[in-house]
């Protein structure tokens, strides 16, 4: 106890004495005298930064050096003495201690985020410290290309060391893109299982089980700097303690990366970048031009190379068989282009779906990346170029991100061939359909008319051509509608084929009657066209037998008009009117009765008919414009 009593300056005077004169080494007594001061001070009611300040104030020289054993044991030491006399935590026995190491991790970490600039240092500190003090079997940091959107592995501890900077994904792929894309952190017992879960064969992942990824995020403004993996081999279940040192961890690594990153952007990069994308920008506009699918490989070996400041250039189409080989279907660049592409790299291009680069010998370099939608590999596109000041990763984000355009263009023009070949072959049948519609109805008309040629009741004969011309109305809207295709016709153009017809099939001989149709912009739809045929043969028939009878002349004015989302159709005559108290629910005829019933139950409209001031009669069809 009564080395618990000491004094904060006391103890703090003890330690410094016991790390002398290897203060890295971090021995026993040393955690032994670490551990006093941070009990001490947290007697004296000082926080555990006043702790490290006073430290810092006594020792500046030999903070940055201590080991990370040391500094946990004076964080133990305070956390030690705040639980035994505040309470404000209860853990099971040993708990303290991962805590602690965790506080040791997160100062190593932030000491290696402001101790250097260099990134690859700084990444490399953050994957080995993290997983240590997690007891993961791997962590791996992937950044993320805010203009490609490509997520580039740039350190591990744990996967294939080789595969560093020359793995770029899209920044949705898999569970690392689940939490690019949510900004959440994912955490899965059995990765594998995972509907999002891919792997790459070149990484070595496959053998993990479990993993957590978690982004690393730039609160202000709020921006994706990339994404961290930790997996373990077996399964495991990371408790929400060791998920906030992680997440905490994550936040200390973005900002390292971000103040990594603008050191090493000079404005010679910076412009190097800004005309990248202007590239990449205008390539996706060339692609996206309609053309159809052979027309484009050519096209993307081109841009290809040119966005790449490559001299050799190839598009191979995948295989549609096993045993097959993959296809050239464009090339730039010497006659024997294809022949620069060993077919390991191809191999490994398919069989990881993700940008691949090999450097060769003669200062040269050697990139592939997948044609990869949605919803299938269509190919890949591969280019040699000279290797220059840009770094093989911002090459693999930039090409990817090349090729996932060339891919969507590719698909598109696969889509707008097929369908343009749908709707030819569609033409053809809806033509041939209208064709024998066409016919068939021209053929009842003429079965009709030759009946009504051989009736010998007036009567009947009335009753079939009636008949002859409701079939021969229909059959002109009908060659209406299908001479273009149309889905709708203005109604003015349905009564000029209906009057025609009636000029024929209903006038009878001896009668002149003069039709007069004022033009009109209202429309109809297909189902209303066929439909307002039927109507207006109905009430010319109307007009010119019952209003025309003992007449040899007569006029009839039909007027359509739309306004106020209806449409109104009036037919007027100058014939004798309607009988004295003419009541449309008793007295109308049964061609008048079907008329009402078309309006009422197909149009959902409304009919009315009464008599004109100046003599004759008005029929009038009101209806929705839509129907």
């Excluded at 309609?290 to 050519?298: A, F, G, T, V």
Aim: glycine content about 6%; charged content about 20%.
């Amino acid at each position: 106890m009564a080395d618990a009593k000491i004094a904060p300056i006391d103890a703090l005077t003890h330690f410094l004495e016991t790390i002398q004169p290897e203060p890295s080494l971090g021995g026993a007594q040393a955690r032994r005298a670490a551990h006093r001061l941070g009990s001490s001070c947290a007697k004296a009611d000082l926080t555990i930064e006043e702790t490290f300040e006073l430290l810092e104030q006594s020792a500046a020289d030999l903070l940055a050096v201590l080991s990370a054993d040391t500094l946990g044991s004076i964080v133990r030491g305070y956390v030690d003495q705040v639980v035994r006399t505040r309470g404000t935590t209860h853990r099971p026995p040993g708990r303290l201690s991962s805590h602690v190491a965790r506080l040791a991790a997160l100062h190593r970490i932030n000491r290696a985020a402001t101790s250097s600039l260099r990134l690859d240092d700084v990444l490399t500190t953050i994957v080995e410290t993290v997983a240590e003090t997690i007891e993961g079997d791997a962590c791996s940091v992937f950044l993320h290309d805010g203009h490609t959107e490509a997520l580039i592995l740039r350190a591990t501890k744990g996967l294939n060391p080789e595969a560093i900077g020359r793995i770029a994904i899209r920044s949705d792929a898999g569970i690392t893109g689940l939490a690019a894309t949510s900004h959440q952190t994912q955490m899965v017992e059995d990765a594998q299982a995972h509907p999002a879960f891919f792997t790459y064969p070149i990484v070595g992942e496959d053998r993990y089980t479990s993993q957590v990824s978690v982004p690393l995020l730039l609160r202000e403004p709020d921006r994706l700097v990339g994404v961290m993996n930790i997996q373990s081999i077996e399964r495991r279940s990371f408790d929400p303690d060791e998920l906030t040192f992680l997440e905490t961890a994550a936040g200390e690594l973005a900002i390292a990366i971000e103040n990594a990153r603008l050191y090493s952007q000079t404005d010679e990069a910076l412009h190097r970048r800004i005309d990248e994308m202007k590239a990449l920008q205008a390539v996706s506009r060339s692609l996206s031009a309609e053309r159809l699918p052979e027309d484009l490989y050519p096209l993307i070996a081109q841009h290809a190379a040119a966005i790449a400041r490559g001299d050799a250039a190839v598009v191979l189409a995948t295989a549609h068989t096993a045993d097959a080989l993959p296809l050239c279907v464009g090339a730039t660049g010497p006659e024997n282009a294809a022949d620069m592409f060993p077919f390991s790299l191809i191999e490994r291009v398919t069989a990881t779906r993700s940008a691949v680069a090999i450097e060769l010998d003669d200062n040269h370099i050697l990139i592939g990346a997948p044609l990869l939608t949605a919803h299938r590999l269509i190919g890949s596109v591969f280019v040699r170029a000279r290797l220059d000041e840009n770094h093989i990763d911002q090459k693999l984000g930039l090409f990817q991100a090349f090729a996932d355009a060339a891919a969507l263009a590719v698909e598109n023009a696969e889509l707008y061939d097929e369908a343009n070949r749908g709707f030819a072959r569609a033409s053809t049948l809806l033509q041939e359909m209208h064709h024998r519609v066409r016919n068939n109805l021209q053929t009842v008309a003429a079965l009709l008319s030759m009946q009504a040629r051989h009736a010998s009741h007036p009567a009947h004969k009335a009753t079939l051509q009636e008949a002859v011309a409701r079939v021969q109305s229909i059959a002109a809207v009908h060659n209406l509608l299908s001479a273009d295709n149309l889905t709708s016709a203005t109604v003015t153009s349905i009564v000029k084929h209906v009057v025609d017809e009636a000029s024929v099939n209903v006038v009878p001989r001896g009668i002149h009657v003069e039709f007069e149709v004022l033009p009109s912009d209202a429309t109809a739809s297909s189902r209303q066209a066929t439909i307002l045929a039927l109507l207006v043969n109905e009430c010319v028939t109307n007009s010119i037998e019952h209003g025309m009878a003992d007449r040899t002349s007569g006029h009839i004015w039909i007027t359509p008009r739309a306004w106020d989302d209806q449409i109104e159709l009036r037919i007027e005559d100058d014939g004798c009117g309607l009988p004295e108290g003419f009541d449309i629910e008793r007295d109308s005829s049964l061609g008048l009765r079907i008329a009402r019933t078309l309006t009422m139950s197909d149009l959902k409209g409304t009919f009315d008919i009464r008599n004109r001031p100046e003599g004759g009669a008005v029929t009038a069809i009101r209806f929705p414009a839509t129907g």
